[in-house]
């Protein structure tokens, strides 16, 4: 589902050698499969997540989405591609305050669905997150459990194929991390979705297929 070749990013700096962000990454995750990817703060983890997503240009390298080589996409087709096929959680909750949870949730569905219909068909999903008593509340009287899981369902809205998670669990105590990153391994194994999780937590490798390390730009398996 997801190919990485030889990925790079590298940034010049005046007169010294380039910070090697990412150093010749190569990487595949099938559908269903879950990788958790640990690395110290700027070992390049999330300038790795924003060249998956087409945020950030590469030094050099391939991605590939669906066999789909991303760079060929033009500025237009990157955007609906994104809407589509990619589901991003950053690591801070960018909820509309004031906003009811299911509302939040429908923002990806609404550039292409109605209002109403995209209501009927995120609340089976906040239904599964356990947000079913809790969608209509506004999001400022969420815990800090719920919104990441009003997120999740932002980001699953449109049946992406991939799922990129940037420190989903960075803002949760133990108890509700390890909820959120089991909801979210479950919901990926039962849709065929591909997920790529960025994590300081411990608990990640246990909700992941596969657990890998970057450091200094580098991929390997975690130890």
Known sequence: MLELRDLVKHYPTPGNEPVRAVDGVSLTVSSGETVALYGPSGSGKTTLLLMIAMLLEPTAGTVRIGGRDVASLSEREASNFRHSELGFIRQSFDLLPGV??????????????RWVTAQREIAPL?????????????????????????????????GPRLLLADEPTGSLDSRRGHEVLELLRALCRERGVAAVIVSHDPAAAEYADRVLSLRDGILSESS
């Open 100 to 113: 009811s949870a299911i509302d939040n949730a429908i923002l990806k569905l609404l550039k292409t669905t």
């Open 126 to 158: 906040l239904e599964r997150l356990g947000l079913g008593e809790r969608m209509h509340h506004r999001s400022e009287t969420l815990s800090m459990g719920e919104r990441q899981r009003v997120m999740i369902a932002r980001a699953l809205s449109t």
